[in-house]
């Protein structure tokens, strides 16, 4: 490389150089010239190179100035540059001295530049540019060149193969091909050379290359810049002011009024009078976003209004854009402060005027008030006659108004039982059947809750029912006219207007009329007053009495008693035992007996058949009913414990003897229809089963055909306990018992058996002791489960009990079918025939929840190794908590080998507490997770999911969602900005249910300064148990969008929101 | 590193380009972003969203044209740089170094991505200052022209010169807009009247032009810029003087002289001494506007004059050797900030921006 230097030097720079300031400056500097022999031999040189790429090519493109002769021509540099610069320049100052010494004229103008910062139109100049360093492109720099030096046209080449560009080559190839350079155009015939545009003319014209930055377009796009610090001109408009707003609107309200013509609001300001500081109902506001937009919205509004010419609190609407002065709002604000003070004056005028007046006026109302009073008496009087000319129609005491299902119809009678009439006290009352609201789900407080609009004395709840009584007629029908049917939770409130015999009209209905104006005054006070009452009755009741009582009632007050007590204790105690006992054994010593018997006797039950047929010889037989009511004190004593300990109520206890009251007409009715009913369907029963001879069967024949003589004989007398009355003297009087002369006639007419064997059946089948033997006989054969006879009695009650409710919901069920919704007819008549199709979620809550109740556990996948899974449960149970802490103590060691935390631990904490769970069908919503294996009480079982976004996206997308008909949420708030979305990308945890009474919850925890949403186990999960966590979704208000819950939770809420 | 991306257009309707609405053109947009350091050049990307100037402060600044925004800011400090141009490819400039030592007499052509700052090649073969870079307008080749009195053909897979060809004198490249041809142009000495434009084919570029046509300008005159209009007719000079010249693009007759002084308002203390003449060259004070109809120059009165080139007559049309028209009446609009000694017009959109020690943004007023 020295070599090259020194060469190049000496030879082709040299030259160069020479050639340069030859041009220039003739005869200057010997010392250049010498070297200008060099030159010619160089260039050949150079020219007839055939050039290998990198060796002597790229040394002739070398920097040529060496520092040796760079020294040496330094100090003529400067000296050259003056003497040069006039040639190029007329104004010889402005260069030399760079600006340090402009003519004075200039001044002015120079100022002037030097404060925008440009150059100066004078001088052409900037000086701060001397600030800088002097650049190679400096004129200065440029001028000392030479401007032209002969041409060599042996310079001129072309490459014409360069192996770099040959893609067909490989590496080593392009290493060792040489370029092909064309120097001077070499065989090309200078007659060759014409313009290639010229060949094809028309199409360089007409078909510019698209591809071209030098296109010729015709048209062009404007720009649309953004406003911002470098932009020129003022700020586009963007404040907006509104003006003349009532002063009831609300800034809230405003802002989300122009929401909707747009962005977000920005800034939005109410102007208040600085000396008052009232509203001046003037408004200030922008749209978000960049200036352009904002600009863009608010002209988009201003024009908008001026089309639709919108109102605001019944208010047109005044807008318009503020300008960059603010002058608008300026005026406005002066035009709304002065209509202000006029409006003060004018109060002011106004007042003193209607002080006058009221002097007056109350002089004139003293008058008036002492004629009003008499024109109030004679009115009270009219009201009075006119109330005895018109009777109310629909009104009668002792007629219940039945419910819209039943079109309001009137029926004579009321509905109520005994020991509620001390509560009613025949006020009217409202009756809602226990079969459309259960008593035993809804408490009367939430009863009392639905109906707080209105003024109701006493809500009393029964085993039929609820009973809200009411001290006014009026009040009632309000509340009856506008309550019946409504929904209420998932059932409907049905009402029964009751209106008891003994309710008077004269409940002065004057005072009521009066009173409508003041309906709402009344209402409050009134429920203030119930309030006070409420909590003044229960303050003296747990504050004052009980401890009173308590006090009274301690056992040192009376230390005696107390051991008498407990000494007449001792001896009563093992009494009732020893006798129940007793009476136990010999009941099964007799049962024991007669079986043994039985077995020597009867081989067969056909025998047993003939016996029966013989009924005089059982005359002596108590029915089972006697027996079962053998002590009806006692029972009635057992009932009412019973009662008073089960009903959550304190007000009323009850009697449970429904047989003996009244009945609401309706029902009786019903209870004949089902008689009737029954009837057929035994027979029909009867006909099926008269082939068939088993012994077990023949059994139930003969109870069937009992029971139906009994039917038989119920419709003869039309009353239930008919046979229990006559045997209370049956000895004596009745002619049945006496034994008849012509063969065979039962004692009993007889009855088609009923269809369904059960307790009431069997008693009316026995009407006597004979027939009790015969029976307790023929049952030993059965075996007696203990569970069941523990407690007869109440055995015996619990089954009756539940008959009269199956047949109440049958009598309902009756009454359904005729309100089947249109939707849920089938269109063919049969739904097997017509094509799948999605059933209504309404439709769903009819069914879906309780069929879930009957379906236990929420289990739907099943594995095999369901037991050995069992065994292990306690194990696993217990030791993922175990697991767990290996895991942090892995961590830690890790943490102590490698010094810090790895990340991949970090990360994986959540996954690695992650439960086996798997999803499936769900009863309660399409898919449902479910628990793979036990899971403990507060384990993690698995992470929520998704994409993070925010809450204007989400928004976005759960519109999209709906568009599209993805109608499962699975957007999950985190906060009030951010939403996890597992819609599209997101884990399984989905899948989980919304349940009323869940068995997970949603945490929100923060790992590593990020908030994600984790699922815990609330309770302890079996193993494919459905997991379910509380949706918490707010209340919503609109019916139409409330979401059904189909979870059949006990406790379900019946709505997600 | 951010990544720039390159967006769709604005997508606005387009609007005809004329007289009327140049001249409703008003400054919108200022960028003042070279420290009151004069800028050398201005050049707008294909797309023409992006828009670069680089300045004597050794910066070059990146504004976007789409949004009216400075994007980003480049330096060179260890280089310096001029003549800035995109290439066709991404956001990847080129330009000349431009040492403040001359000791170094670095006079390599830098290949620089904008998007991550950094340099993909040096084109090294300039043995002095390099004047002007031109890129191709559809191939990825480009010319330079240096002090050292040549011009070189790159090409950018390479860093050495593809072609050469020895002018003896500084000189003004332009490329026509097919890109298979090259005019080079030779402004006179300071005792010269005759400058020359040559006509080069591509493929016999090293064997001369095919076409070779003498100017006679003013004496000393300095031409700074050479462009072919974009409908491939017309052949700009840009010159430091208050003249112009429009040639046929075909025959290099000379079809109109621009006069800029015969009209510029009488100042009497403003009157400028050298017109356009400043201590740092510029890459020209006139453009064509796409359509290639108006020529926008900018003047040391802070104007901007808008002449129309509807009425010019190619030799083509008249093979008469007509003499060549004087221009002198224009649109005129008033630049606010700064002598517009650079003026590029954006290939894409319509906007031009002028440039001083600060860069101007042009955009329509009326619709």
């Known amino acids: 490389m020295s070599y090259n230097k020194g060469y190049y030097h000496r030879g082709y720079s040299g030259g160069y150089r020479d050639s340069r300031y030859r041009s220039n400056y003739r005869g200057h500097d010997d010392q250049y010239r010498n070297n200008q022999g060099n030159r010619s031999d160089d260039s050949r040189v150079g020219g007839m190179l055939n050039l290998n790429k990198g060796s002597h090519y790229d040394a002739s493109e070398n920097r040529y100035i060496p520092g040796a002769s760079q020294n040496g021509g330094g100090s003529s540099y400067s000296s050259e540059r003056n003497s040069r610069t006039p040639h190029h320049h007329a104004s010889s100052d402005s260069l030399t001295s760079s600006g340090m010494s402009t003519p004075m004229s200039h001044a002015a103008a120079e100022q002037q530049q030097r404060n925008t910062g440009s150059t100066s139109i004078t001088t052409g100049e900037n000086h701060k540019d001397s600030e800088f360093a002097k650049l190679l492109l400096h004129s200065d720099n440029t001028k000392i060149l030479p401007f032209s030096r002969p041409v060599d046209p042996k310079k001129n080449y072309k490459v014409m193969y360069d192996p770099e560009f040959d893609k067909n080559l490989s590496k080593e190839e392009k290493k060792s091909k040489s370029k092909k350079i064309r120097f001077n155009g070499e065989g090309i015939d200078s007659k060759e050379l014409a313009d290639p545009r010229l060949s094809h003319l028309a199409q360089y014209f007409q078909k510019p290359n698209k591809k071209s930055k030098k296109f010729p377009f015709k048209q062009l796009p404007q720009p649309k810049f953004i406003f911002d610090k470098d932009s020129l001109g003022p700020a586009p408009l963007t404040q907006l002011v509104v003006w003349d707003l009532p002063s009831t609107t609300s800034e809230v309200y405003l802002s989300n009024y122009f929401k909707s013509y747009g962005d977000a609001i920005e800034e939005m300001k109410f102007i208040n009078d600085p000396d008052y500081g009232v509203s001046l109902g003037i408004a200030t506001f922008k749209f978000q976003g960049n200036p352009e937009k904002a600009m863009r919205l608010a002209k988009k509004l201003i024009q908008t209004v001026k089309i639709e010419t919108p109102k605001v609190d019944g208010v047109p609407l005044k807008i318009a854009l503020n300008d960059s002065e603010g002058e608008l709002l300026n005026r406005k604000m002066r035009t709304a402060k002065d209509k202000l003070k006029v409006q003060i004056l004018k109060r002011e005028e106004e007042e003193k005027k209607r002080q006058k007046q009221l002097l007056e006026e109350q002089k004139k109302n003293n008058e008036l008030k002492k004629k009003e009073l008499e024109e109030k008496k004679k009115q009270a009087e009219l009201a009075k006659t006119k109330a005895k000319d018109e009777p109310p129609t629909k009104y009668r005491p002792n007629s219940t108004i039945l419910s819209i299902r039943r079109q309001n119809k009137v029926v004579n009678g009321v509905f109520m039982p005994k020991d509620l009439n001390k509560y009613i006290k025949d006020r009217p009352y409202i009756f809602i059947q226990d079969k459309y609201v259960p008593t035993k789900k809804i408490s009367s407080h939430d009863i009392k809750r639905v109906l707080n609009k209105y003024d109701w004395t006493r809500v009393l709840s029964d085993k039929t029912g609820f009973y809200i009584v009411f001290n006014s007629l009026k009040e009632c029908e309000r509340c009856f006219m506008n309550e019946d049917g409504r929904k209420f939770f998932e059932y409907r409130i049905y009402m029964e207007l009751a209106i008891p015999e003994g309710y008077s009209k004269d409940e002065n209905e004057d005072t009521e009329t009066s009173s409508n104006k003041n309906d709402i005054i009344e209402e409050a006070t009134n429920m203030l007053i119930k309030e006070f009452q409420t909590f003044l009755a229960k303050d003296i009741r747990e504050r004052i009495i009980a401890p009173a009582i308590l006090d009274l009632l301690g056992h040192e007050n009376y230390p005696k008693l107390v051991e008498e007590l407990k000494s007449q204790e001792e001896i009563i105690k093992p009494k009732p035992i020893i006798s129940n006992n007793q009476l136990k054994l010999d009941a099964l010593s007799i049962l024991e007996k007669k079986r043994q018997q039985q077995k020597l006797s009867l081989p067969s039950f056909r025998k047993i058949d003939d016996k029966v047929n013989k009924r005089k010889a059982r005359k002596n037989l108590v029915p089972m009913q006697h027996a079962l009511n053998f002590d009806e004190e006692d029972e009635d004593e057992d009932e009412e414990d019973e009662e008073t300990s089960r009903s959550v109520t304190p007000v009323v206890s009850l009697k449970r003897d429904r047989s003996s009251t009244v009945t609401s007409p309706e029902e009786e009715e019903e209870d004949n229809d089902q008689y009737v009913k029954k009837r057929k369907r035994t027979k029909l029963a009867r006909a099926l089963e008269s082939d068939v001879s088993s012994d077990e069967e023949m059994e139930e024949e003969e109870a069937e055909e009992e029971e139906e003589q009994v039917v038989e004989e119920k419709e003869e007398e039309e009353e239930m306990v008919g046979p229990i009355s006559m045997e209370i003297d049956y000895a004596d009087v009745d002619l049945k018992y006496q034994p008849t002369e012509e063969g065979s006639v039962t004692v009993y007419p007889e009855l088609p058996p009923s269809a369904v064997f059960d307790l009431e059946a069997l008693q009316n089948i026995l009407k006597d002791e004979e027939d009790l033997k015969i029976a307790q006989e023929v049952l030993n054969e059965a075996e007696v489960s203990s569970a069941n006879t523990k407690n007869i009695e109440y055995w015996a009650w619990k089954q009756k009990a539940s008959k009269l409710v199956a047949q109440e919901i049958a009598a309902e069920e009756v009454e359904n079918i005729e309100e089947l919704p249109s939707h849920l007819e089938s269109e063919s008549g049969s739904f097997r025939s017509e094509p799948y199709r999605k059933i209504n979620d309404a439709d769903k809550i009819h069914y879906l929840p309780h069929r879930r109740k009957i379906h236990k556990p929420l289990k739907t996948i099943q594995y095999e190794d369901d037991d050995d899974e069992k065994i292990n449960e306690n194990n696993a149970i217990q030791s993922s908590r175990v697991n767990r802490a290996k895991n942090r103590r892995f961590a830690a060691d890790i943490t102590a080998q490698i010094g810090s935390e790895s990340e991949i631990l970090s990360l994986n904490a959540l996954t690695k507490r992650k439960k086996p769970v798997t999803f499936a069908r769900s009863a309660i919503h399409n898919w449902g997770l479910y628990a793979m294996e036990p899971i403990a009480a507060k384990e993690m079982i698995i992470e929520y999911v998704g994409e993070r976004i925010r809450q204007q996206v989400a928004q976005q997308r759960e519109h999209g969602y709906l568009k599209t008909g993805i109608g499962s949420s699975y957007l999950f708030r985190i906060d009030e900005n951010t939403v996890i979305d597992a819609t599209k990308k997101g884990g399984i945890a989905r899948f989980i249910n919304h349940c009323c009474s869940p068995s997970c919850t949603a945490k929100i925890i923060k790992v590593e300064g990020k908030k994600r949403i984790v699922i815990y186990a609330l309770r302890d999960i079996e193993a494919n148990e459905e997991l379910t966590y509380d949706y918490k979704f707010e209340r919503e208000t609109n019916d139409e969008e409330r979401i059904r819950c189909l979870c059949g939770a006990p406790g379900c809420k019946g709505y997600l929101n | ?367």
């Open chain 2, 1 to 367: 590193m951010s990544q720039i991306t390159i967006t769709a257009k604005p997508s606005s309707s387009t609007t005809q380009i004329t007289e009327k609405l140049l001249a409703s053109c008003r400054p919108t947009k200022l960028f003042d972003y070279h420290q009151g350091a004069s800028i050398t050049s201005l050049d707008f990307d294909d797309s023409g969203q992006y828009l670069i100037s680089a300045g004597i402060d050794k910066s070059i600044q990146l504004y976007d044209c789409h949004k009216g925004i400075h994007y980003k800011d480049i330096q060179s400090q260890k280089y310096g740089c001029h003549s800035a141009r995109f290439t066709h490819l991404d956001l990847n400039c080129l330009y000349a170094s431009t040492p403040n030592n001359p000791q170094e007499n670095d006079n390599a052509i830098r290949y620089l991505a904008l998007s991550n700052n950094q340099y993909i090649r040096y084109f090294k073969g300039h043995k002095e200052q390099v004047s002007s870079i031109e890129v191709n307008p559809i191939h990825n080749t480009f010319l330079s022209s240096s002090f050292d009195g040549t011009v070189k053909h790159w090409d950018l897979k390479s860093s050495s010169s593809i072609g050469n060809i020895d002018i003896g004198q500084n000189s003004i490249i332009g490329f026509d807009p097919h890109g298979i041809i090259f005019a080079i142009g030779k402004y006179p000495d300071e005792n010269s009247t005759i400058g020359s434009i040559g006509l080069y084919d591509l493929k016999t570029f090293d064997k001369g032009p095919f076409l070779q046509v003498s100017i006679p300008v003013s004496k000393g005159q300095i031409w700074n810029k050479l462009e072919f209009s974009n409908n491939g007719k017309l052949l700009l000079i840009s010159t430091e003087s208050s003249e112009h010249y429009i040639l046929d693009a075909f025959s290099g007759k000379v079809l109109a002289r621009i006069q800029l002084d015969k009209q510029s308002p009488s100042h009497n203390h403003t009157q400028p001494k050298n017109w356009m003449s400043f201590k740092y060259p510029y890459t020209g004070s006139c453009t064509f506007s796409p359509c290639g109809k108006f020529v926008l120059i900018g003047s040391p009165y802070s104007i901007v004059h808008i002449f129309d080139l509807n009425d010019l007559k190619t030799s083509r049309d008249h093979n008469s050797d007509l003499e060549p028209i004087i221009l002198t009446k224009s649109s005129n609009i008033q630049s606010t900030h700064g002598i517009p000694k650079i003026v590029a017009f954006n290939p894409k959109l319509f906007t031009f921006a002028t440039a001083d020690t600060t860069v101007t943004l042009w955009s329509p007023t009326s619709k």
